[in-house]
């Protein structure tokens, strides 16, 4: 187990919590613990805020529970979590040192508004930062959600001094699977963390799906929890309630809350993409120099001080915002916005971004900054933000799956961008969406974005059911 002085620096630095970075680096282990543990490592899989967070975009809002969707639905068994989550809470001793007691967990197994059942988990633990009160970690699990996209198995990110030499993995819903759910959750609930996920992964360029794929995913979500696909007039309605909760829901989640209506105005844009598939202008990034080398590592270390490396990361959470940064730098104090950090020819780490007092761009080296402050200033991007990780999360090689869970093809997420460039066109000239069966992993062509998949015949001679298909790519 880490210091307990390496949370409170940690919560120093980016300006949260103890208790909310305890829980950070609780939560990597725990889903080190599901992912290493035989019965749950092909059939839990992760999605929800937290899988944003731990999996895709480190500098992201921090979470408090763990949501699993899970392929077998009799782990929904009160005897069974108690068993499995002993043998997890153990495994997590050992390697750490942080205590999950076995008596202070719980189960809630019920009937779901669908008629099936699910489970809400309560899990204890003692980790560094001592407290009376053990603090616990919510399990949202289901098994009856309706999976679009074959999941992709993911490095869990954990920013800690006692992350294992060879990383954490999960399996996971596919980016696409992700967003969708966002946006389905934001129709049907309204809530600001809805808001601020759906708007952060539009604002992700590089990273967003085609819109049709992505009007797939939410259709069959949408229509699985029996609710129309929204639109910008359904939450007009809730603009009101959701400026009311923005600082009471999420403030607690992020070093610095970013202004509720630099969220807000950007759905236009997003439902426009949605219907018709035409995304903002990207604006350019800034130009490389001779010698550049744009730093955009998903796990970024430094070859500078602990200070300089803090710093950065504070600067990283204020791009991914679209909020300006206080940059104290050789005695004084610039507020900019922050765009690219780069190694030079000579070997110094720069930052390239444009000083709003004096209205130009600055580049400022790393190691001579001294001080850096997130404001609750948005600005609106002049060049391309490259301080966060470049296109799709790189997807760990895993064994082929059982049962309905074969090996399937990558989503359009987690495709090289050079397959992605090669799409040939048909010869009709008109788009075709690729489904395959779960099961027996054939592929169906259709020139409607239609999952549902008839009864056919498999590779063995039998029939694989009637059954609803995960999309694999679209064909121009």
């Given at each position: 187990m880490i210091d307990r002085r390496e949370i409170l620096d940690t919560a120093s630095r980016m300006s949260l919590t103890p208790h909310v970075v305890e829980k950070d680096y609780v939560l990597g282990w725990m889903l080190a613990g599901i992912s290493a543990h035989p019965a749950l490592r092909e059939s839990w899989l992760f999605k929800g805020g937290t899988c944003l967070k731990k999996c895709f975009f480190e500098t992201y809002r921090f979470s408090e529970d763990l949501d699993f969707t899970l392929t077998d639905a009799s782990h929904l068994d009160d005897e069974f979590l108690n068993a499995t989550f002993r043998e997890i809470g153990e495994w997590i001793y050992e390697r750490t040192g942080i205590?999950?007691?076995?008596?202070?967990?719980?189960?809630?197994?019920?009937?779901n508004p669908r008629g099936t059942v699910s489970c809400q988990g309560k899990v204890s633990y003692r980790?560094?930062?001592?407290?009376r009160d053990l603090p616990r970690i919510k399990l949202d699990?289901?098994?009856?959600?309706?999976?679009?996209l074959a999941p992709v198995r993911v490095s869990v990110f954990h920013p800690y001094s006692d992350a294992p030499d060879d990383g954490m993995d999960v399996l996971a819903y596919a980016y696409e699977e992700l967003f969708g759910e966002k946006v389905r959750a934001l129709a049907e609930r309204t809530r600001p963390r809805d808001l601020y996920d759906v708007v952060n992964l539009f604002r992700n360029a590089e990273a967003r799906p085609h819109a049709a794929v992505m009007?797939?995913?939410?259709?069959?979500?949408?229509?699985?929890?029996?609710?129309?696909?929204?639109?910008?007039?359904?939450?007009e309605p809730h603009r009101g309630e959701l400026e009311n909760l923005w600082q009471n829901m999420l403030a607690h989640q992020l070093p610095t809350l970013p202004p509720y209506e630099s969220f807000w105005d950007e759905l236009p844009a997003f439902f426009d993409w949605l219907a018709g598939g035409v995304a903002p202008v990207a604006p350019a990034a800034y130009v490389i120099s001779a010698g550049e080398t744009v730093l955009r590592q998903r796990d970024l270390r430094l070859p500078v001080s602990g200070q300089a490396q803090s710093l950065v990361e504070i600067i990283r959470f204020a791009a991914g915002n679209r909020l300006l940064v206080e940059l104290d730098y050789q005695g004084s104090t610039r507020r900019i916005e922050p765009y690219s950090l780069r190694s030079t020819r000579d070997g110094n780490i720069v930052l390239h971004a444009w000083n709003t007092d004096r209205n130009e761009h600055r580049s400022y080296r790393v190691d001579r900054m001294q001080g850096a402050r997130v404001t609750n200033i948005a600005f609106t991007p002049r060049y391309a933000v490259e301080l966060s990780p470049q296109g799709p999360v790189q997807v760990t090689q895993t064994a082929a799956r059982s049962e309905a869970y074969l090996v399937r093809a990558p989503s359009a997420m987690t495709r090289s961008p050079s397959r992605m460039s090669a799409r040939r066109k048909t010869s009709s000239g008109k788009p075709v969406h690729i489904y395959q069966c779960p099961l027996c992993n054939k592929k169906f062509r259709r020139q409607q974005l239609d999952s549902h998949l008839n009864p056919h015949k498999n590779e063995w001679g039998g029939q694989c059911s009637g059954r609803t298909g995960y999309f694999v790519e679209t064909k121009y």
């Amino acid at each position: 187990m880490i210091d307990r002085r390496e949370i409170l620096d940690t919560a120093s630095r980016m300006s949260l919590t103890p208790h909310v970075v305890e829980k950070d680096y609780v939560l990597g282990w725990m889903l080190a613990g599901i992912s290493a543990h035989p019965a749950l490592r092909e059939s839990w899989l992760f999605k929800g805020g937290t899988c944003l967070k731990k999996c895709f975009f480190e500098t992201y809002r921090f979470s408090e529970d763990l949501d699993f969707t899970l392929t077998d639905a009799s782990h929904l068994d009160d005897e069974f979590l108690n068993a499995t989550f002993r043998e997890i809470g153990e495994w997590i001793y050992e390697r750490t040192g942080i205590e999950v007691p076995a008596n202070l967990q719980s189960f809630d197994i019920y009937t779901n508004p669908r008629g099936t059942v699910s489970c809400q988990g309560k899990v204890s633990y003692r980790g560094p930062v001592a407290s009376r009160d053990l603090p616990r970690i919510k399990l949202d699990l289901t098994a009856d959600e309706r999976i679009v996209l074959a999941p992709v198995r993911v490095s869990v990110f954990h920013p800690y001094s006692d992350a294992p030499d060879d990383g954490m993995d999960v399996l996971a819903y596919a980016y696409e699977e992700l967003f969708g759910e966002k946006v389905r959750a934001l129709a049907e609930r309204t809530r600001p963390r809805d808001l601020y996920d759906v708007v952060n992964l539009f604002r992700n360029a590089e990273a967003r799906p085609h819109a049709a794929v992505m009007l797939d995913v939410l259709r069959q979500k949408c229509e699985f929890k029996g609710i129309a696909v929204p639109v910008l007039t359904d939450l007009e309605p809730h603009r009101g309630e959701l400026e009311n909760l923005w600082q009471n829901m999420l403030a607690h989640q992020l070093p610095t809350l970013p202004p509720y209506e630099s969220f807000w105005d950007e759905l236009p844009a997003f439902f426009d993409w949605l219907a018709g598939g035409v995304a903002p202008v990207a604006p350019a990034a800034y130009v490389i120099s001779a010698g550049e080398t744009v730093l955009r590592q998903r796990d970024l270390r430094l070859p500078v001080s602990g200070q300089a490396q803090s710093l950065v990361e504070i600067i990283r959470f204020a791009a991914g915002n679209r909020l300006l940064v206080e940059l104290d730098y050789q005695g004084s104090t610039r507020r900019i916005e922050p765009y690219s950090l780069r190694s030079t020819r000579d070997g110094n780490i720069v930052l390239h971004a444009w000083n709003t007092d004096r209205n130009e761009h600055r580049s400022y080296r790393v190691d001579r900054m001294q001080g850096a402050r997130v404001t609750n200033i948005a600005f609106t991007p002049r060049y391309a933000v490259e301080l966060s990780p470049q296109g799709p999360v790189q997807v760990t090689q895993t064994a082929a799956r059982s049962e309905a869970y074969l090996v399937r093809a990558p989503s359009a997420m987690t495709r090289s961008p050079s397959r992605m460039s090669a799409r040939r066109k048909t010869s009709s000239g008109k788009p075709v969406h690729i489904y395959q069966c779960p099961l027996c992993n054939k592929k169906f062509r259709r020139q409607q974005l239609d999952s549902h998949l008839n009864p056919h015949k498999n590779e063995w001679g039998g029939q694989c059911s009637g059954r609803t298909g995960y999309f694999v790519e679209t064909k121009y």
